[in-house]
Structure formats: structure tokens, C-alpha cells
């Protein structure tokens, strides 16, 4: 766990340190394009723009972060080179046994909970990291988890509850009101899959058949009248 750990938090340094060199090239490109606001309408309601484009959706309060905004860059490049953000379980059930590996994704087609690498993922990691020069494994990274990754936890919770963070200070917990809004959020599959075994079990149950993907072919066969003719030919 602490090379992972060692690993990561050298991928957040180096990203805080490149955002922090002065001076950034092209500064006036790169303002315009950060605070570029839509323009409203008498109906619509402003939501100003963040500090920086580069950030993760959980990983927002740059006032609590040690590096400010370079943080919330940080916490960006590990997600896009690793699969994550990279915590911990910091209180294992059992004290003997090696803590688990998380991963905290803010990617399209990706769940917004904090999941635990399975062994698979954790071991493949561990044998890039420390595989000799002469025989190089190809690259597991990034790692992105899937249905497969059944041990998760909500966000909000993965910190106050179960103690799953990397450092205590790096997400503001939830307001009461907050998350009592969290929870009433609808669950959908692609966060929670047991959703969608209760769904499959209960159809099951009732005789419901389960719909089945419809065939695809990458083209559509050809017709035994067309011979060799293609779309520029002429009649």
C-alpha cells in the first residue's frame, strides 16, 4: 500500500508543481477559455466558473487544500493517469490484514462512487510498478472499474463512515441538508449493479423475459441480386 500511496501522491506533487511554474505560456488563452461564461437570459441563473478546468467533481474546496487551486489539479492528474483518485482504508476490520486500494473516479461511463480495487487490478498494478527493465509488462493504467467492482461506497460517506481517504482534510463533509438531498437522488446501475440484479431477479420471478441485445453486424449482408455492384454504380 505505500508504494501505491508513494506513487500517487508523487503524481499529485508533480501536477501541483507544473501548475505552479511561472510563467504560464499563452496566460491570456488560457484565462478566457477558464472564465468564459455563457451569456444569460432574464431566466436563467448564473453559476460562476471554477478556478481551473483541470479538476475532479469531489475534489473542489481549494480553500482547505495546503496548495489551493494546484491541489484540485493534483487530485485531476491522478484520476486521469491512475483511473482515480488514489485513498485508503484506513481502518481495515482486521488490523492484521493490509489495507485495500480505492479508487474515486470523475470519468464519463464511470461510477461517481469510491470503489475497491479487486485483486486483479490491485496485483496487475503492483507488477507494473515493480516489474524489471529487461521484461516490461504492458500498462494497466488507467485503471477503470466496472460491474465487477462490487465493493463500493458512497462518496460523502467513504470518509466520515468507513474511513477511506488518503488524507482527513482533502473533502468537506456533507451538510445535513446535503445529504439528506444525496440520498434521495435516484439509483441507477452503473453505481449501484445491484440495482440492476434486483431488477433481472424480480423479472425473473414474474416470468418477465429478459430483453435480449438485438444483432449487429458491422454492415448489412449484401443481397444475392446485387452482384458486384457498389453505391457509385449506375443503372
Not at 461564461?37 to 473542489?60: N, V
Request: charged share 30%; aromatic share 8%.
Amino acid at each position: 500500500m505505500r508504494l501505491i500511496e508513494s506513487v500517487a501522491v508523487a503524481l499529485h506533487q508533480i501536477a501541483v508543481w507544473l501548475h505552479k511554474l511561472e510563467p504560464h505560456l499563452h496566460q491570456g488563452d488560457i484565462d478566457a477559455v477558464t472564465y468564459w461564461e455563457m451569456p444569460l437570459s432574464e431566466t436563467m441563473a448564473r453559476f460562476p466558473p471554477g478556478p481551473t478546468l483541470f479538476s475532479h467533481h469531489d475534489y473542489l474546496d481549494d480553500d482547505i487544500c495546503p496548495e489551493g487551486v494546484a491541489d484540485m489539479v493534483g487530485y485531476w492528474a491522478e484520476d486521469r493517469i491512475l483511473g482515480g483518485v488514489t485513498v485508503f482504508d484506513r481502518r481495515p476490520e482486521n488490523p492484521d490484514e493490509i489495507p485495500n486500494i480505492y479508487f474515486h473516479p470523475c470519468r464519463k461511463s464511470q461510477t461517481i462512487r469510491v470503489y475497491q480495487l479487486r485483486d486483479e487490478q490491485q496485483q496487475a498494478l503492483f507488477d507494473f510498478l515493480l516489474q524489471d527493465e529487461s521484461s516490461p509488462l504492458p500498462s494497466p493504467l488507467p485503471i477503470l472499474g466496472d460491474k465487477q467492482n462490487r465493493i463500493r461506497v458512497d462518496a460523502p460517506r467513504a470518509l466520515t463512515h468507513h474511513h477511506i481517504y488518503r488524507d482527513i482534510w482533502e473533502r468537506r463533509p456533507l451538510t445535513i441538508i446535503e445529504m439528506r438531498i444525496f440520498d434521495r437522488r435516484p439509483k441507477d446501475e452503473p453505481d449501484y449493479p445491484e440495482v440492476g440484479d434486483m431488477i433481472r431477479r424480480i423479472n425473473a420471478q414474474g416470468g418477465i423475459p429478459l430483453p435480449q441485445p438485438r444483432p449487429r453486424s458491422l454492415s448489412p449482408p449484401m443481397r444475392e441480386d446485387t452482384g458486384e455492384k457498389n453505391y457509385r454504380d449506375r443503372d
